[in-house]
């Protein structure tokens, strides 16, 4: 290790017009670099690939060696998904909620905001009933079908398509179909009942 020179590391477009990131100093010519580490929030066709470029300042001398590194970035998929899975049963009359919450860009990690754009449509797989069921069902990251608007002996296919907000190729599909099942039915024993009427127990 030469005490006499120091790295400095910095990223930037294929151009190399434009500054992406400082990625640090360093005293040897080497530079690690964690996990999501590189975090590019200006997606363009300049920064598929990108460039590394490193100057090295040297005790007494003015002007520091350069050198350059291209890196070619290989866009990770985006991962779609509805909770509850891809088949789901509820019952009639009651409100139901379309969440998005487990879609993920597997290019940032799990806990980062994922920085998706949502596009909910839906299709009437038995009647068509459009005040349930349109095309456009919303942009948000979770959708409602109030319970008043459900529609009777029915199914309906909820589909999600999400596209990362910083390159809009990258795009995935989730489908739910949704089956409605009648209200659980409640028996009530004769004999409670019986009970009840003549003054017994209760």
């Known amino acids: 290790m030469d005490n006499f020179i120091q790295y400095y590391w910095t990223l930037h ?17 080497e530079l690690k670099l964690g996990r999501y580490r590189l975090q590019i929030r200006l997606q363009t066709p300049l920064n598929r690939m990108v460039m590394v470029r ?63 754009l949502y596009d909910w449509s839906c299709q009437a797989i038995i009647i068509q009933v459009y005040k349930t069921c349109k095309s456009n069902m919303g942009s948000s990251k979770r959708i409602v079908i109030p319970a008043y608007s459900q529609p009777n002996e029915q199914s309906l296919r909820i589909t999600l398509h999400i596209r990362s907000t910083f390159d809009h190729l990258r795009t995935a599909v989730a489908i739910q179909n949704v089956v409605f099942l009648s209200s659980p039915r409640r028996y009530i024993d004769e004999n409670i009942v019986s009970n009840f009427v003549q003054g017994g127990p209760f």
């Open 54 to 116: 490193v100057n090295a300042r040297i005790v007494g001398r003015r002007t520091p060696l350069v050198a350059r590194c291209y890196v070619v970035l290989a866009s990770q998929r985006v991962y779609a998904a509805i909770r509850g899975g891809q088949h789901r049963k509820v019952f009639r009359g009651k409100t139901i909620f379309f969440h998005a919450s487990p879609s993920r860009d597997l290019s940032l990690p799990e806990t980062a905001f994922q920085q998706l």
């Open 13 to 29: 477009d294929s151009t190399e017009n434009h500054l992406l990131d400082f990625l640090g100093g360093t005293l040897r010519p």
